[in-house]
């Protein structure tokens, strides 16, 4: 499965972005997919994962209350909703993809991932 993320770009703080990932292949509906992110001079960090149904999902503690993520199986896009945005928020930003969500590991089961997309949010 091939991924393409978009919607990053800058926003001052308490603001929204909607981040989409588009992704290839018959076969997404099946997939579990997720949002990382990475700031300058830090790992890449879980932020947010959805199954492959949508109807489970997960979120850094960071981003609780503030992100959500859902997905379009019909149209093989994923979503991350990002509301009330902090400085801290800036990173690239990248979705995966994996056969299942195995929450509470370094890349909660994704094996696949796209290019990132830039998220600057100003004070």
């Known amino acids: 499965v091939q991924l393409q993320a978009s919607g990053g770009g800058l926003v001052q703080a308490g603001g929204s972005l909607r981040l989409s990932c588009a992704a290839s292949?018959?076969?997404?509906?099946?997939?579990?997919m997720g949002w990382f992110r990475q700031a300058p001079g830090k790992e890449r960090e879980f932020v947010a994962a959805i199954s492959w149904s949508g109807v489970s999902t997960y979120y850094a503690e960071f981003v609780k209350g503030r992100f959500t993520i859902s997905r379009e199986n019909a149209k093989n896009v994923v979503y991350l909703q990002m509301n009330n945005l902090k400085p801290e928020d800036t990173a690239d930003y990248y979705c995966?993809?994996?056969?299942?969500?195995?929450?509470?590991?370094?890349?909660?089961?994704?094996?696949?991932w796209g290019k990132g997309t830039l998220v600057t949010v100003s004070s």
């Open positions: 292949g018959r076969t997404f509906s099946t997939y579990a």
């Open positions: 995966a993809a994996g056969v299942t969500v195995v929450a509470d590991t370094d890349y909660y089961g994704m094996d696949y």
